[in-house]
């Protein structure tokens, strides 16, 4: 079925250290994929998404892209900060159909820390 | 332009009691989703609502049920509640239709505690 898999973490890192966190999905069909951060008590915000194969969706200075060939959509910082500490998710839609509609598929979602 | 909203923000039940959480979307939004947070589980889908019909499921009881009003705004209600249903449910709006490339804005969050 229609799934998502990414490292559970959780991840500890240093601030302005290299930031991967890795997603790979299965789907029936050609996925658009997200990247979702809650902080602390919050609801999901959209961080970054890539609608089609070899998109690059960037924002904050996180970056992902869409590899169709490897079924990944990896999640990469350059340089993460305190505030970047928060749970991410990876999360995909398909095309609509019934069991489709509306709905995202999400990853079991990706713990980050990081220390001054 | 306001998010989404949902009411209560926490809220404490009992067992076998019912339970009736709000959703406003954003304004213009017609499509609502709602979603269980659990540390067991993760993230999962409960149903997703269009212009006042519910379009799809998820693999929840039949004590876990919804609607949506004329203006776009939700409620779900779950019946004789189980300590199992200690979660916080989060609702999502998208425009215009819930297609795949729209993007789902989710509210903070209804934090349901069973005791």
């Known amino acids: 079925g229609d799934s998502v898999t990414q490292m559970e973490g959780p991840v500890t890192l240093s601030e302005e250290a290299f930031l991967t966190i890795n997603c790979t999905y299965t789907a029936t069909g050609y996925p658009s994929l997200f990247w979702y951060v809650q902080y602390p008590g919050e609801g999901l915000q959209l961080l970054l998404k890539a609608t089609k194969a070899d998109d690059k969706g960037s924002n904050k200075g996180f970056e992902a892209t869409y590899r169709k060939e490897t079924t990944s959509f990896h999640l990469e910082k350059g340089s993460v900060q305190v505030s970047d500490s928060a749970v991410y998710f990876c999360?995909?839609?398909?095309?609509?159909?019934?069991?489709?509609?509306?709905?995202?598929?999400f990853g079991r979602g990706t713990q980050l820390t990081v220390w001054p | 332009k306001a998010g989404v909203t949902q009411t209560p923000r926490y809220l404490i039940k009992t067992r076998g009691q019912q339970v009736t959480l709000s959703c406003s979307p954003i304004?213009?939004?017609?499509?609502v989703s709602w979603y269980q947070q659990t540390p067991g589980q993760g993230l999962q889908f409960l149903f997703e609502y269009f212009s006042e019909t519910q379009r799809n499921k998820g693999n929840f009881p039949g004590r876990f049920s919804g609607r949506q009003f004329s203006n776009s705004r939700s409620e779900m209600n779950v019946s004789t509640l189980e300590l199992g249903d200690s979660a916080l449910y989060l609702c999502?709006?998208?425009?215009?239709?819930?297609?795949?490339?729209?993007?789902?804005?989710f509210g903070p969050g209804t934090r349901l505690t069973v005791l």
């Open positions: 999360a995909l839609t398909l095309m609509g159909r019934g069991s489709t509609l509306g709905r995202l598929y």
């Open positions: 999502a709006s998208s425009f215009p239709a819930g297609q795949p490339r729209d993007e789902q804005f």
């Open positions: 304004s213009g939004h017609r499509s």
